[in-house]
């Protein structure tokens, strides 16, 4: 399968990879890259023609598909692959309001299409998760927790790493001290023994003290307190 993302106006990625499984209305598939929850991609494949909902005549099968989970898997036990991600179809063309910014994140609507595809609309938590402070989702613990903190890049190799400790955290985020010089929306790796996520930078604030902190979101699951 071809997984093609556009993630802002001028940044795309694809890559090539395989089903995991499939039926008409969703996949698992495997990446070598990270991704957010809520991004659009578009898959291309020989799909049969029973788990088709449209383009029954069509060599290739071009679906729209919505990252609903992900797991975090390890790149060496699984052939190269970071991320196990699971897709809901949502249709042979993208919603307008992609169109007008690839970088919108969505949800799982209420309503169904005509063929049975599922619905999408904007993620009402979109901007709540892009900028941390007061409108968290949820209260910060003043917990100091020593974690690893690994860059991730474009695909899917560690750049930069570094032991560090929290400043606060939660189980969908947290704050971290850092020397590292990282822009939001870049993936990192949050662990320490027995515990492992995947994160996404939303903000990188320096006190005026001079120190740096990494503002985190966790994707994919959430720390256990």
């Given amino acids: ?31 070598k890259r990270p991704i957010e929850i809520g991004r659009l991609m578009l898959l291309t494949a020989a799909m049969p023609r029973q788990l088709r909902c449209f383009d029954h005549v069509e060599d290739q ?9 992900l797991k975090l898997l390890d790149p060496k036990k699984d052939k190269g692959a970071l991320t196990e991600i699971g897709v809901a179809f949502v249709g042979k063309r993208p919603p307008l309001s992609y169109l007008d910014n690839p970088a919108t994140r969505y949800e799982i609507a209420k309503s169904v299409d005509e063929v049975g595809l599922w619905s999408v609309q904007e993620d009402s938590n979109h901007l709540l998760t892009e900028i941390p402070g007061d409108k968290r989702k949820a209260t910060r613990h003043s917990i100091p927790v020593e974690v690893q903190i690994e860059a991730i890049g474009e695909e899917g190799e560690i750049l930069k790493s570094e032991t560090t400790v929290t400043e606060n955290i939660n189980e969908h985020g947290a704050a971290v001290f850092t020397t590292l010089d990282l822009s ?11 515990i492992q996520l ?14 740096a902190r990494l503002h985190l979101e966790f994707i994919g699951g959430e720390w256990p307190l």
Avoid: H
């Avoid at 399968?1 to 995991?20: A, I, N, P, Q, T």
């Avoid at 099968?61 to 609903?68: E, I, N, S």
């Fill in 61 to 69: 099968y071009r679906v729209w598909a919505l990252v609903r989970n």
């Fill in 198 to 211: 995947l994160a996404i930078v939303r903000q990188r604030s320096v006190a005026p003290n001079g120190i």
């Fill in 184 to 194: 939001p929306g870049q993936f990192v790796r949050v662990s320490k023994p027995e």
């Fill in 1 to 31: 399968m071809r997984v093609s993302c556009r993630e802002s106006g001028g940044k795309e990625w694809k890559e090539v990879s395989r089903l995991v499984d499939v039926t008409p209305f969703g996949a698992r598939v495997r990446l």
